[in-house]
């Protein structure tokens, strides 16, 4: 406990040093009164009213994840903290030989605070890219308000070591990760500098992420519902918006590959905080990717993963180099 607390505030000390790059960011000008209609990605899509494209996407992800499991080998439940949700899948290809696979780890969304969704509906992606020969690896951390948002970036980074641990042990060629709107959050902050014993990890295994409809600036939250869990100050979401440390994630990924993806439906405030974060990557040297895919919303633009023709699923598989 105490080595945890320790990293904690080395975690936060990072945080607070770190914001050098983007004092130039302005926060949306939206009116305070529209921010969460502008942060409520349910009331964007082209296809469902809100309560139906949620309830969708929990039933097309949970058979998805359902589909993956009768389907592929995995290990199931391995363990990197002591809550329940703190576990992680690892799924291959049946038969498939596992030594030297590149793998994707995939952080789920739900603005972190979705008790529905979590690792055991997240396994959706992993047959068409177990099939082209990856290792997909669906990460489960515990939720606010029950945790604070510094906590599952702490609970992200350690599940990201034993991952990485387990890949040079097992020698795969490399780490993706990939994240969807919230996850795609997570999955950004994990690009940034090593931090403390828990990282003392070659980050070069690290060789790209793909970011789907995520949020890159929080402090919009802060006037919505959402911050009733997250319970975030203006300056603490500033703090941990990946936005903020855009050179140092730029820094630390000057030989990986970042996809950033955004759906034609996505609420606007998404598509633009995605334009921003592949822009300000690419202008500090990062090799970018930038897909707006079209006909989808902020749902099934991940839902479609499961799907081995669709685009985004095809980049994965390129980024991978499969």
Known sequence: MCEEKL?????????????IVSENIKMTSIPVQELEYHYSPSRWSHRM??????????????QGSRNSLWTLDSELEISYGDSERQKFDIFYKKNAPKKGAPILIYFHGGYWQIKEIGRTTSSFPAV?????????????YDLAPDVSLDTI???AKKALHLVIKLAKERQNSGIYLAG????AHIAAMMLMASLSQYDA????????????????????????SNNEALRLSETEAWRFSPLNFVQEIAHQSQHRHV???VGEYDPPEFRRQSGEMEQMLRNFGVKTSYLDVPDVDHFNIVEKLSESKYILTQECIRLMGL
Request: net charge negative; with cysteine; aromatic share 6%.
């Open 7 to 19: 990293y904690r505030r080395q975690v936060l000390d990072f945080f607070s040093a770190a914001t």
């Open 180 to 183: 969807h709107s919230a996850g």
């Open 49 to 62: 009213g809100p309560d139906e494209v949620i309830n969708a996407h929990l039933e097309t992800t949970a």
């Open 128 to 140: 068409p890219l177990c099939n082209a020969g990856a290792i997909v690896i669906p990460v489960g």
């Open 259 to 261: 996809v950033v993806a």
């Open 201 to 224: 990890f070659d980050s070069d295994l690290i060789k790209g992420a793909v970011l789907i409809s995520g949020v890159y600036d929080l402090r919009p939250l802060v006037k919505t």
């Open 153 to 155: 970036l702490l609970q």
